[in-house]
């Protein structure tokens, strides 16, 4: 029986991405996201604005996001620890990205079914009540937008440190503001030259832009959330470096993300002179994508005098 602790050789299982900044400016963008809302799909109704009501809708998407980025924020550090989670919280804010995309995607479609509707039932608009509201939207999206620039700039920009959670909050705060933009060129187009059917094809032209923006962020957060492997470059790299140590062969390999930023690793190895699992670790020292590494050490045992060794 060991008398000793084993904190030695326990793994730390906490790979949840800190980002308290991030969550507190999430939760101002959400405010003045929630109240334009509100103002934009009352006005839109009354002015009859179809670019300036699939903006509120819009807005209204982002609102549930917006939810759902503070919740995974907070759900992440209060179960961080939970021995439940087989690699702790780390994937709950792709899973909150994930989700966001998803949004996106239903309030594209939203947009270009009513934009639609409005090219064959075109309605009459109150231009100058509809651009007022528009140019209102569009400075609050900026506003938004540079609430939550220096945090996603930041952790884009260190790419170990990467933020889906923070990085869907701040995509919603753009597509809002693309729209808001849309919306403006086309009342504006109408009201000067009379060009009316602009503004069902801005909408349309606004599902088009985010729905390719959801498409890229469902890409980088669905393979995540599926154990996608990693580069196949950066894993030959590593099963190089522990072939050319000794006679060892790698029999099987399993690397996978457990977060935004972290990946496990499942070494299984045989060789005819084994060492302790703590000598193949350091051989990957300089992986330092790899967080959790479990290497598995099999003796190769010749049967025979002929038999060719590994």
């Known amino acids: ?34 109240i334009t809302m509100v103002v934009e799909i009352i006005a839109g109704s009354i002015f009859g604005s179809m670019a300036l009501l699939a903006d509120g809708w819009h807005m209204g998407t ?21 021995p439940a989670y087989a690699f702790g919280t780390g994937k709950v804010g792709v899973l909150g990205g994930f989700a966001s995309a998803v949004a996106l995607a239903v309030v594209a479609l ?8 409005r090219i064959i039932d075109p309605q009459i608009i109150q231009f100058n009540a509809a651009i007022s509201v528009a140019v209102l939207g569009l400075i ?14 930041h952790s884009h920009a260190h790419h170990h440190n990467h933020d889906h959670n923070l990085q869907a909050a ?9 729209t808001s933009l849309l919306a403006i060129v086309a009342l504006l187009s ?38 996608s492997s990693i580069d196949e470059k950066y894993q030959l790299a590593i099963k190089n470096t522990i072939e050319n140590d000794s006679d060892n062969r790698i029999t099987d390999i399993h690397i996978w993300k457990i977060s935004a930023n972290h990946y496990a690793a499942i070494i299984s190895l045989v060789t005819n002179h084994p060492k302790p699992t703590e000598y193949y670790k350091n051989l990957l020292d300089d992986f330092h994508k790899l967080s959790h590494i479990t290497i598995e ?12 060794q590994i």
């Open 297 to 308: 050490v099999y003796q190769c045992k010749t049967e025979s005098p002929d038999t060719t």
């Open 140 to 153: 609050i999206n900026i506003i938004s937008a540079l609430i939550l620039k220096d945090d996603h700039g």
């Open 190 to 227: 109408g009201k000067y030259f009379g060009w009316n059917w602009l503004d069902p094809i801005m909408g349309i032209v606004g599902a088009v832009i985010i729905t390719r923006w959801s498409y890229g962020l469902l890409k980088q957060t669905g393979p995540i959330l599926l154990d």
């Open 170 to 178: 701040y995509m919603h705060v753009l597509a809002d503001a693309l």
């Open 110 to 117: 939203m947009m270009l079914v009513e934009s639609l509707q």
């Open 1 to 34: 029986m060991h008398l000793h602790s084993l904190e030695k050789w326990q793994h730390a299982h906490d790979f949840t991405l800190k980002n308290e900044k991030g969550e507190r400016r999430t939760k101002y963008v959400l405010i003045l996201t929630a």
């Open 62 to 82: 982002h609102v549930a996001a917006f939810f759902i980025t503070i919740y995974a924020y907070r759900y992440a550090r209060n179960h961080e620890n939970n």
